[in-house]
Every structure is written in structure tokens, then in C-alpha cells.
């Protein structure tokens, strides 16, 4: 009886409300480097959609080719 004691009470802490590193608060410095990385892949985003509406634009004709 004793050894399923132990068992439970084991099962029953990791079933519990998390590991510490589940509960972390991120530091400023790693939000921080979550948003300029969030930044950087938004005006990626919007660069590539710029660079396919300007070759959609040249492949119509709707824009003089300069050069």
C-alpha cells in the first residue's frame, strides 16, 4: 500500500497547477525582444507585398519600366 501511496502523491504533483517554468513571467528584456522580432516580421510582410504588387503592376504594363 505504501508504494501506491507514493505513486499518487507523485502523479498528483505533476498534475498540479504547472512547473515553475510554465508559470515564468517573461523578463523586459525577452518581451522586448518579442516585439522588435514581431516588428521586423510585420514590415517584412509588408515589403513582400509591395515588391508583388509592383511586379503585377510591370507584368500588366501599368508601370514604366525605368532603366
Do not use: Q, Y
Not at 48 to 57: C, D, K, M, T, Y
Amino acid at each position: 500500500m505504501a508504494l501506491l501511496d507514493g505513486l499518487r502523491r507523485r502523479m498528483a504533483k505533476r498534475s498540479g497547477a504547472g512547473s515553475r517554468a510554465e508559470r515564468r513571467v517573461p523578463t523586459f528584456r525577452e518581451m522586448d525582444a518579442r516585439m522588435r522580432t514581431e516588428r521586423a516580421e510585420a514590415r517584412l510582410m509588408a515589403t513582400e507585398a509591395r515588391i508583388h504588387h509592383e511586379a503585377e503592376l510591370f507584368r500588366r504594363g501599368g508601370r514604366r519600366r525605368t532603366g
